[in-house]
Structure formats: structure tokens, C-alpha cells
């Protein structure tokens, strides 16, 4: 008779942790495709594009600032901005390359 109550409380037990386990699982599914390798794919293509960066690119860094790159190291990228100003920046702080077209 006590067998046949410890076999029910090891089935309802095991029923609630699948329970509790499966919607863990699958909550993890959905964030890793909805924000994970989006983000991920995002960062590439942008180290990508920063590794591909060359001396007279025209560039716009984050804060807005559109200029040609001068010179190059593997922090900082001095662009110029018009003919005489030269600026020092993060190699991060470029946004986007422009296209000419």
C-alpha cells in the first residue's frame, strides 16, 4: 500500500518539475533568437566594418562628425575635417563609413 503512494508522489513530483522546466527552456529559445544572435550578427558586421576601414575613407563617427580618415593604429583613427582640422578618435567611436555615390 505505501508502495503504491510513493509511485504517485515520484509521478506528480517528476509532472511538476517537467512543467517547470519546459517553460524555462522554451523562454530561453525566444530570447536567444529574438535578442541574442540578432545582436551577435549586429556586432560582427560592425567589427567587419571597422576592420575594413582604410586611410581616405569617409567616415561619420557617433557624434555626428563627418570627415576622411588621415591615419590609423589599431585604437585611434585621426580624421580630418576640413583642410586644416585634425581630430583624434576611438576607433569605436565611428559609426557608419559613407558611401560616395
Request: glycine content about 6%; aromatic content about 6%.
Amino acid at each position: 500500500m505505501f508502495q503504491l503512494a510513493e509511485a504517485g508522489a515520484g509521478a506528480s513530483t517528476s509532472g511538476q518539475l517537467l512543467s517547470f522546466v519546459v517553460p524555462l527552456i522554451i523562454m530561453f529559445a525566444v530570447f536567444y533568437f529574438l535578442l541574442i544572435r540578432p545582436q551577435k550578427k549586429k556586432q560582427n558586421t560592425r567589427n567587419n566594418m571597422l576592420n575594413a576601414l582604410q586611410k581616405g575613407d569617409k567616415i561619420v563617427t557617433i557624434g555626428g562628425l563627418h570627415g576622411t580618415i588621415l591615419e590609423m593604429t589599431d585604437d585611434t583613427v585621426v580624421i580630418r575635417v576640413n583642410d586644416v582640422t585634425k581630430l583624434t578618435f576611438e576607433r569605436s567611436a565611428i559609426s557608419h563609413q559613407v558611401k560616395e555615390s
